[in-house]
T-cell receptor, first 113, second 108 residues
Framework: GAVVSQHPSWVICKSGTSVKIECRSL??????MFWYRQFPKQSLMLMAT?????????EQGVEKDKFLINHASLTLSTLTVTSAHPEDSSFYIC?????????FGPGTRLTVT | KNEVEQSPQNLTAQEGEFITINCSYS?????LHWLQQHPGGGIVSLFM???GKKKHGRLIATINIQEKHSSLHITASHPRDSAVYIC??????????FGEGTQLTVNP
C-alpha cells in the first residue's frame, strides 16, 4: 500500500529556534498534503492544506507566518515551526491524498524546552 | 456540540468479544473514514465509506447517510486490536474533521 514518511520522528528544540518537519509520499504522487496537530488526549486538528506548487490554505486560528508550509514537489511537503515556544510542543502528523484516499505519516513529536 | 461525536470514549473488552464503536455527525459529508491510532501515534486508515457497508477481515464498517451515523464493528476481538479508533468525516476539498476517538482495550 501507499506509504507516507515523516522526518524526524521526534525532535527536541530550544525556545526561539525553528524546526523543519518533512512529509514524503514514498511510492505515489500526492497533489494534496494535509498537516495536523494533536495535543495529548485530544483528537487531530487540521492545520493546513497544501497543494503542490501553490500556497497552503491555513485553518482559522493557525498563524501562517509561524507555521510555514512548502509543497515543492508531488512527493514532498515541509512544515517549519518558526520561533518555537513550549506551547508548540505537540504531535504533528501529515497525510497525503491520492485518488480520494488519505494516507497518514507516522507523526513527529516536537518538544520545545 | 462537536460536528463528529463518538461513543463510547473508552471501551474495555475481553478477548473474543464483539465490539461496536459508534459515530454520529451533523454536517453534510462526501465520505466517512475510520482510522486506527496505536500508542506510538501512527495512524492507519481502516475504511473510507460513502454508503452501505465494508468488511475487511474482522472489521466491519457501516454507514447510514440519512441518519448521519456510522458504526465500526470488530468481531472476535484480540489484544492486538487495542488502540484508539477515530471517526473522521470528509467535507469539501478532502478536509477531514475528527471525532475525539474511542480508546479500546482488549484484555486477554
Amino acid at each position: 500500500g501507499a506509504v507516507v514518511s515523516q522526518h524526524p520522528s521526534w525532535v527536541i528544540c530550544k525556545s526561539g529556534t525553528s524546526v523543519k518537519i518533512e512529509c514524503r509520499s514514498l511510492d505515489f504522487q500526492a497533489t494534496t498534503m494535509f498537516w495536523y496537530r494533536q495535543f495529548p488526549k485530544q483528537s487531530l486538528m487540521l492545520m493546513a492544506t497544501s497543494n503542490e506548487g501553490s500556497k497552503a490554505t491555513y485553518e482559522q486560528g493557525v498563524e501562517k507566518d509561524k507555521f510555514l508550509i512548502n509543497h515543492a514537489s508531488l512527493t514532498l511537503s515541509t512544515l517549519t515551526v518558526t520561533s518555537a515556544h513550549p506551547e508548540d510542543s505537540s504531535f504533528y502528523i501529515c497525510s497525503a491524498s491520492a485518488s480520494r484516499e488519505q494516507y497518514f505519516g507516522p507523526g513527529t513529536r516536537l518538544t520545545v524546552t | 456540540k462537536n460536528e463528529v461525536e463518538q461513543s463510547p470514549q473508552n471501551l474495555t473488552a475481553q478477548e473474543g468479544e464483539f465490539i461496536t464503536i459508534n459515530c454520529s455527525y451533523s454536517v453534510g459529508i462526501s465520505a466517512l473514514h475510520w482510522l486506527q491510532q496505536h500508542p506510538g501515534g501512527g495512524i492507519v486508515s481502516l475504511f473510507m465509506l460513502s454508503s452501505g457497508k465494508k468488511k475487511h477481515g474482522r472489521l466491519i464498517a457501516t454507514i447510514n447517510i440519512q441518519e448521519k451515523h456510522s458504526s465500526l464493528h470488530i468481531t472476535a476481538s484480540h489484544p492486538r486490536d487495542s488502540a484508539v479508533y477515530i471517526c473522521a468525516v470528509e467535507t469539501s476539498g478532502s478536509r477531514l474533521t475528527f471525532g475525539e476517538g474511542t480508546q479500546l482495550t482488549v484484555n486477554p
